[in-house]
Nanobody, 119 residues
């Protein structure tokens, strides 16, 4: 199993920046990819960005050019640098780890960290 813990959330003004961190522990050698999700108030959880073990990244259109996902495999850490934050970025941000197991995958979630962007 893998445990993931998010940190770095907080309250910021629109246009500000915030850096989220995700620390993974356990069977980190089996992690295939990691991703960030978020859940805005009254809405479902949505995908934000993904980074693979090979370093390939992908982003939701609304955050392209503003957010940067990165990963340090040696330290089992993942980061989300968020710049030019908007009120619509407000939500609980979750770290997700995708683990390989035979021909299937398992997913592990952190408890989430609150990000609030005021206008």
């Amino acid at each position: 199993q893998v445990q993931v813990v998010e940190s770095g959330g907080g309250l910021v003004q629109a246009g500000g920046s915030l850096r989220l961190s995700c620390a993974a522990s356990g069977s980190t050698s089996r992690i295939n990819a990691m991703a960030w999700y978020r859940q805005a108030p009254g809405k479902g959880r949505e995908w934000v960005a993904t980074i693979t073990n090979g370093g390939n990244t992908d982003y939701q259109d609304s955050v392209k050019g503003r957010f940067t996902i990165s990963r340090d495999n040696a330290k089992s850490m993942m980061y989300l640098q968020m710049n030019s934050l908007k009120p619509e970025d407000t939500g609980v941000y979750y770290c997700n780890a995708k683990l390989r197991r035979d021909l299937a995958f398992s997913y592990y979630w952190g408890q989430g960290t609150q990000v609030t962007v005021s206008a």
